[in-house]
């Protein structure tokens, strides 16, 4: 493991309270070359946030200091591991606008960034998909069936591939099969490996990314990474680069899931 490229960081308002140097040390501990803060990006203004907390996405008052403070560790530590800026995009459809404007204003200070789906729109009501396995229950009561609630999010992660967010649009799809976190709680009575190949096709076509996620390994109603072997050999064999992050919110979660990735991706 050379790199890990999706690590959250202090700034995350629901992760752990670790600084910036404990994941930095824990890298570094790692034998990392390189690592990847992709902290949460604000959500739009306009946009009302469904979790319980409202604390899926930063402070946007508090971009500056995250720069900073990135601009002073990538000095600080330069001979021992380079440290990337990043950010986590929300792709959240009807919002492509206030996305662009986002990206317009900061995209100068990344070095890398992630587009991501957590938020569907069932009506006229916004969820949260993956905030835990009763939500998502509810969720998928809501829209009718744990099938209708798998075919949204894959309707939505299309759109996101699709959608004009402009110059700095993140160029690495995320977790492209995250709405399978709760798998073994609430398994789909129809098989969606199609749904997942044409994402990867789409990706494809337009030389994206893939996030290699190894969060779902470690998810007891997951098992499998964001995408399973599966996907990511098909990946591999359309020539799409797969991207290994953790997706870690502590610092003791960097790495995490890396070893049962394909052995072509890891050696």
């Known amino acids: 493991m050379k790199a890990d490229s999706h690590v959250h960081s202090p700034f995350c308002p629901h992760g752990s309270s670790d600084t910036f140097d404990e994941y930095i040390t824990r890298g570094i501990e790692l034998g990392l070359k390189e690592i990847t803060f992709t902290e949460h990006a604000p959500l739009p203004r306009e946009f009302q946030d469904p979790t319980p907390e409202k604390d899926s996405g930063m402070d946007a008052a508090l971009l500056p200091e995250y720069f900073k403070e990135l601009g002073a560790l990538k000095e600080r530590y330069k001979n021992k591991i380079l440290i990337k800026t990043g950010l986590e995009v929300d792709f959240i459809e009807g919002h492509e606008k206030a996305t662009k404007e986002l990206l317009d204003e900061i995209g100068e200070f990344l070095d890398d960034s992630i587009l991501s789906v957590h938020f569907i729109k069932i009506q006229n ?128 979660d960097l790495g995490q899931g890396y070893q049962a990735l394909i052995s072509e991706f890891n050696g």
């Open 125 to 252: 009501n916004w969820h949260c998909m993956d905030f835990s396995a009763d939500e998502f229950g509810q969720i998928a009561e809501k829209i009718g069936s744990v099938e209708a609630l798998y075919a949204k999010y894959y309707d939505t992660l299309e759109k996101s591939i699709e959608a004009d967010l402009g110059p700095y649009k993140p160029m690495r799809i995320g977790h492209i099969t995250l709405v399978h976190k709760f798998q073994r709680r609430y398994p789909p009575a129809l098989n969606f490996d199609e749904r997942v190949y044409r994402v990867l096709d789409m990706i494809k076509k337009e030389k994206y990314h893939l996030d290699y996620n190894g969060a779902g390994l470690v998810k007891p109603l997951c098992g499998q990474p964001y995408p399973p072997e599966r996907f990511a050999r098909r990946a591999m064999d359309l020539g799409i680069p797969l991207v290994y992050g953790s997706d870690a919110h502590q610092a003791k």
